[in-house]
């Protein structure tokens, strides 16, 4: 309806086909991926690759590669992530690209530009070490005409020169630009980097990772002393835990920017700190599927501390992470004595726990007891629904996981009250439907329906009570259902 009403045309076309490309086969949705790559630039395309965007990042195909993207390489890993909770260690905002690519555009080397351009062009996507060879020639220009054009940290250049068009006086922009001409400066040391630290998100460190960011370090700290942090940066963002790499980092050899360990390790934790609080304060503030890529929550949540925008297993691995985020952080931090930060945890602890609350502890009533249907007044069984026993089974899994962060979030009272709740409530209920079985037992459907139930309900009781409180109810059941007949 909107291209009639604003007199273009066709408005309706593309914004049809978004929903279409959710349903398509895999192969046709990067066929048309392919296709739409070729006139990127129209809005209308831009805005439907913004509605697909959860598809690409599940099927992640071999996009054709751009100048444009080629640039982004060295910094992709700390580019704000589209799924709201998964925050980089020192973040670059999204919106940072499009002045990124201006000022090298303006301010790099035409010609170097153009011809890199078609070189790119004539590249298969997916041929990685091509992309960096380009990258090799871009990333240097890139970085000095940012540089040249920004100026250095505490010294703009108000001359009307390109940057101020595209600042606006964003001072929080220009810090942003400045990193991604620091990201850019050692391309080709963050690719390699890249590869050993593979695949992203890595869930540990060992030996080989350790060398490899060591190595790294040094390379670097010939180039600048201070761009080892940028290199960090992207060391940690490839972490499941990026504080991880506070553990290892007073160990490692800086070569050259030895003086200047002691701030980076002071610099980083404060970063690591803030991400985790960041990372919580994004707990509060889902609001059941915004996309943090285009600015970040408003507030709104689909209950109190927005604990219904997670599902109750969503909501315990985000914790589990943030859990232990904060003990590794606690721990590798304790050689700053700085109490302010350890205040800063306990408060990330704090939100944890209520999102923990209110996700898992309080819904629980209703996410698990429901899902066993009350008998039918007319004697026949309620149909079986079997997506709402899944989602109670995911949840009563949840809660007892959540046995293992209990003690860290102070939770273990609450999390013991709702345990006992619950097994009293599931015996109740499968009690009654077991009451009411001869009822159904003279149908054969309607028999099979009231034993489905009954054992549904068991194997409820016994993810959240365990196998031997559950005996009990199972025995009974078999007795009443004739297992035991043959015996």
């Not at 002045?99 to 530009?113: F, M, Q, S």
């Not at 940012?146 to 595209?166: F, K, L, N, S, Y």
């Not at 990330?348 to 698990?368: C, E, F, N, Q, Y």
Request: negative net charge; hydrophobic residues 45%.
């Amino acid at each position: 309806m909107s291209g009639a009403a604003d007199g273009r045309g066709g408005g309706d076309r593309l914004p049809g086909l978004e929903s279409r490309l959710f349903d398509i086969p895999e192969d046709k949705f990067i066929e048309v991926v392919r296709l739409l790559e070729r006139v990127r630039d129209h809005p209308e395309v831009r805005q439907t690759f913004a509605a697909i965007r959860p598809r690409l990042v599940q099927v992640r195909p071999n996009r054709r590669p751009t100048l444009k993207r080629v640039l982004c390489m060295p910094f992709e890993d700390v580019l704000e992530s589209f799924s709201g909770l998964d925050v980089p260690v020192g973040r670059i905002e999204r919106r940072v690209i499009d002045p990124v690519w201006r000022l090298v555009t303006e301010c790099g080397d035409r010609a170097l530009i153009d011809r890199l351009d078609r070189q790119v062009q004539e590249t298969a996507p997916g041929n990685l070490n091509a992309l960096r060879n380009i990258g090799r020639r871009l990333w240097p220009m890139a970085a000095q005409a940012i540089q040249g054009a920004v100026g250095g940290v505490g010294e703009p250049d108000t001359g009307g020169q390109p940057q101020w068009r595209v600042l606006q006086g964003d001072e929080e922009m220009r810090r942003q630009l400045l990193d991604v001409a620091a990201f850019l400066e050692i391309g080709l040391t963050v690719e390699a980097l890249k590869d050993a630290l593979a695949p992203k998100p890595l869930a540990a460190l060992d030996d080989l990772h350790v060398d490899a960011i060591e190595q790294a370090a040094q390379a670097v700290a010939r180039q600048s002393a201070g761009l080892v942090y940028h290199l960090l940066l992207v060391a940690a963002s490839r972490m499941a835990n990026p504080a991880d790499l506070l553990t290892v980092l007073n160990d490692l050899d800086f070569g050259k920017a030895r003086r200047e360990q002691p701030a980076i390790f002071a610099q980083l934790s404060g970063l690591v700190v803030t991400n985790l609080e960041e990372r919580s304060a994004r707990l509060e503030s889902k609001d059941g599927g915004k996309d943090w890529g285009e600015g970040g929550g408003t507030g709104h949540s689909a209950g109190p501390g927005g604990a219904a925008a997670f599902a109750p297993e969503e909501a315990i691995a985000i914790a589990e992470r943030l859990v232990a985020g904060i003990d590794t952080t606690s721990a590798a931090m304790d050689v700053l004595a700085d109490p302010a930060y350890r205040e800063r945890l306990d408060a990330v602890k704090v939100a944890v726990r209520t999102m923990v609350s209110g996700t898992v502890l309080d819904t629980a009533p209703a996410g698990i007891l429901t899902a066993v249907p009350a008998p039918a007044a007319n004697g026949r069984p309620a149909p079986v629904d079997e997506d709402a026993q899944a989602a109670a089974e995911d949840h009563a899994r949840a809660l007892r996981r959540c046995e293992g962060l209990a003690g860290a979030l102070g939770l273990r009272e609450p999390l013991k009250d709702t345990l006992v709740s619950m097994e009293i409530g599931l015996m109740a209920r499968a009690q009654a439907l077991l009451a009411d079985y001869s009822k159904a037992a003279g149908d054969p459907d309607d028999a099979e329906t009231a034993e489905m139930n009954l054992f549904y309900a068991l194997r409820l009781l016994e993810l959240v009570a365990g196998p031997a409180k559950a005996d009990r109810l199972r025995t009974a059941i078999m007795a009443a259902t004739g297992e035991f007949a043959e015996e």
